[in-house]
């Protein structure tokens, strides 16, 4: 009698030790991979932008029990200081602060790209609106005092997402947080309008907290 050929069948042995040896060839690829992109980000050193308020500008400025209004105009000049790197830059929002309080917050709402070694000017529209009632009173009241010695103390912070971004190299990203302190802002006779003192100031960054 003649016996059927035999087969060669794979074990369910062979089949899990082909598995383990492609799932630690695909994380061995995949860790030297990201060792190169982080020796390349390490090598390239990347500098986080530069911001710096230029101008800051009140108009129809009013401060009562039942009022707090006004029309802030920030000047915002942004240096990407990366010789190899190009910036670009979104989610970006803005708050104008007197102490602790929010009085206005806009959000810029198109990207800005900063090519290598360059800078961009801007200007950002705040607008306030009948917020006297989420102000503190003793904050409101310590507000309406330096109005009328004719110098108030206004702070601009912001929240910015940037990219990074150098050739063939994949991107990366963090998110700042930009403190513009200390800006005297001066009104005038009429005290509804003011301008602010001095030539501008650096801001301080900090990345986000995840």
Same mark, same amino acid.
């Given at each position: 009698?003649? +016996?059927?050929?035999?087969?060669?069948?794979?074990?369910?042995?062979? /089949?899990?030790?082909?598995?383990?040896?492609?799932?630690?060839?695909?994380?061995?690829?995949? @860790?030297?991979?990201?060792?190169?992109?982080?020796?390349?980000?390490?090598?390239? +050193?990347? +500098?986080?932008?530069?911001?710096?308020?230029?101008?800051?500008?009140?108009?129809?400025?009013? @401060?009562? /029990?039942?009022?707090?209004?006004?029309?802030?105009?920030?000047?915002?000049?942004?240096?990407?200081?990366?010789?190899?790197?190009?910036?670009?830059?979104?989610?970006?929002?803005?708050?104008?602060?007197?102490?602790?309080?929010?009085?206005?917050?806009?959000?810029?709402?198109?990207?800005?790209?900063?090519?290598?070694?360059?800078?961009?000017?801007?200007?950002?529209?705040?607008?306030?609106?009948?917020?006297?009632?989420?102000? +503190?009173?003793?904050?409101?009241?310590?507000?309406?005092?330096?109005?009328?010695?004719?110098?108030?103390?206004?702070?601009?912070?912001?929240?910015?997402?940037?990219?990074?971004?150098?050739?063939?190299?994949?991107?990366?990203?963090?998110?700042?947080?930009?403190?513009?302190? /200390?800006? /005297?802002?001066?009104?005038?006779?009429?005290?509804?309008?003011?301008?602010?003192?001095?030539?501008?100031?650096?801001?301080?960054? @900090?990345?986000?907290?995840?």
């Amino acid at each position: 009698m003649e +016996h059927p050929p035999t087969r060669n069948i794979p074990t369910r042995s062979s /089949d899990i030790g082909f598995v383990r040896r492609l799932t630690l060839t695909v994380v061995t690829i995949f @860790v030297i991979f990201m060792a190169i992109i982080g020796i390349a980000w390490f090598v390239m +050193h990347p +500098h986080d932008p530069s911001f710096t308020v230029t101008s800051l500008s009140v108009s129809n400025f009013t @401060v009562s /029990d039942s009022q707090l209004t006004g029309v802030f105009e920030a000047g915002l000049t942004i240096t990407n200081k990366n010789k190899k790197i190009q910036l670009i830059l979104d989610n970006f929002g803005v708050v104008i602060l007197y102490g602790e309080t929010v009085l206005s917050e806009a959000e810029v709402q198109q990207p800005i790209l900063l090519v290598k070694m360059s800078n961009k000017s801007m200007k950002v529209d705040l607008v306030t609106t009948n917020s006297a009632k989420f102000v +503190h009173k003793v904050v409101q009241e310590n507000l309406v005092e330096e109005w009328n010695k004719g110098v108030v103390n206004f702070d601009v912070k912001m929240v910015v997402r940037v990219g990074f971004e150098a050739g063939i190299w994949p991107s990366k990203e963090k998110t700042l947080c930009v403190s513009c302190g /200390d800006l /005297d802002v001066e009104f005038y006779s009429t005290k509804d309008t003011g301008k602010l003192l001095g030539i501008g100031k650096n801001c301080n960054i @900090v990345e986000a907290k995840p």
